[in-house]
């Protein structure tokens, strides 16, 4: 097209032609029509699947790990306190203060019950006396309470969200990995561009590219399309273009921000007495906005993509099975390990009691 009207076989030329610095000095351009720039055109992410063990993304595995080693500190300690300080002993019969035996409530494993009864929000029926146990009691109680309502309140939003695995979000992490190839038309202003950038990110892009041409470069975007429908390749072209083929195509996607900025602008031959009669016109649609109402008419697809996300707003709170199955799991195992305790307590029971002694012998 460019050539037909440098040999003036044409009095114009209109399409998706960039105006760059190079075709100025053969053809003239009117003001652009359209502004764009150059963008990541890759296949949309697939929605991740949920852990089985979800319920416990709130927090870290050292928060986890630091949660573990303060319940069995304060446990330890509650109990070492308990037994140290002499108003945690008490007669066993409140009706006979003045008896010289004297128990202590806060034995191991009731020190241990009373620290993950706070620490679940239920209590237990077991209080401290003394104001060194009360102490800690009421520092672990205040701790349970913000550890309790940071995962509450972030719970929702991790069973909830439908995580997308993204790979890359922008040019930068693009150039920074080698897995994902990428490339462009083999001719045209986007290879121009990063032929011809100073801009770091964009000359390392160059440089990859050069080294696998054969294998990343494309006779045309259609061809780029197709291998973005593949997988494990980005396409570099125009935004209005990944624009208009994403409107069409819910598997496509637009990755990151505009690279550069250009405009596309209608082509007349040097000197041509149309070209500021066109920049006139031009300029006026832009201003009435009847260019806006063109894309909006030629560029949105009438059938768009459904969106998965308006559908579910009415059942936003739902949760499926797999974004709580773990919670089921630990109660599964929870309840076996309950039974086997069961019965070793009653075989330990009967071996302490004399056969003679057996209710059930």
Not at 5 to 20: H, K, P
Not at 175 to 198: D, H, L, M, N, R
Request: aromatic residues 12%; contains cysteine; charged residues 20%.
């Amino acid at each position: 097209m460019i050539g037909e009207v440098i040999n003036r076989e044409v009095d114009l030329a209109i399409g998706d032609l960039t105006i760059t610095q190079e075709r100025e000095e053969f053809v003239d351009f009117t003001m652009p029509f359209m502004n764009l720039g150059i963008s990541i055109l890759f296949k949309k992410p697939t929605k991740s699947n949920p852990k089985l063990f979800s319920f416990l993304a709130p927090f870290s595995f050292e928060v986890w790990v630091y949660m573990a080693t303060a319940y069995l500190g304060v446990s330890l300690l509650l109990f070492v306190l308990a037994r140290f300080s002499p108003y945690e002993w008490v007669s066993p019969h409140p009706c006979n203060p003045k008896t010289e035996y004297l128990e202590n409530t806060f034995s191991l494993l009731n020190s241990f019950w009373f620290t993950i009864g706070s620490l679940m929000q239920q209590g237990s029926d077991i209080a401290p006396r003394a104001t060194s146990t009360r102490t800690v009691a009421a520092l672990w109680w205040f701790f349970t309470l913000i550890m309790i309502s940071s995962y509450t309140a972030n719970l929702a939003a991790f069973l909830t969200a439908e995580r997308m695995k993204s790979p890359i979000e922008s040019a930068d992490d693009l150039a920074k990995q080698s897995e994902i190839k990428y490339g462009c038309v083999e001719s045209g202003s986007t290879k121009s561009f990063f032929e011809s950038s100073q801009l770091q990110p964009y000359k390392r892009m160059w440089s990859v590219m050069q080294s696998a041409s054969s294998l990343v470069f494309t006779k045309d975007n259609s061809e780029g399309i197709d291998r973005v429908l593949k997988g494990n390749y980005a396409f570099l072209m125009e935004s209005t273009t990944i624009e208009y083929y994403t409107e069409r195509n819910c598997d496509l996607t637009q990755i990151g921000s505009l690279l550069d900025s250009k405009g596309y602008g209608i082509a007349t031959p040097i000197g041509s007495p149309y070209r500021a009669l066109i920049s006139s016109e031009i300029l006026k649609l832009q201003e009435e906005g009847f260019l806006h109402l063109l894309k909006d008419r030629w560029w949105k697809a009438k059938e768009k993509c459904k969106d998965d996300t308006k559908k579910k707003s009415s059942s936003a709170s739902e949760l499926d099975l797999p974004n709580v199955g773990g919670v089921f799991v630990v109660l599964l195992a929870g309840l076996g390990m309950a039974a086997i305790v069961a019965v070793f307590e009653f075989i330990w029971r009967t071996k302490k009691i004399p056969r003679d002694e057996r209710p059930f012998s």
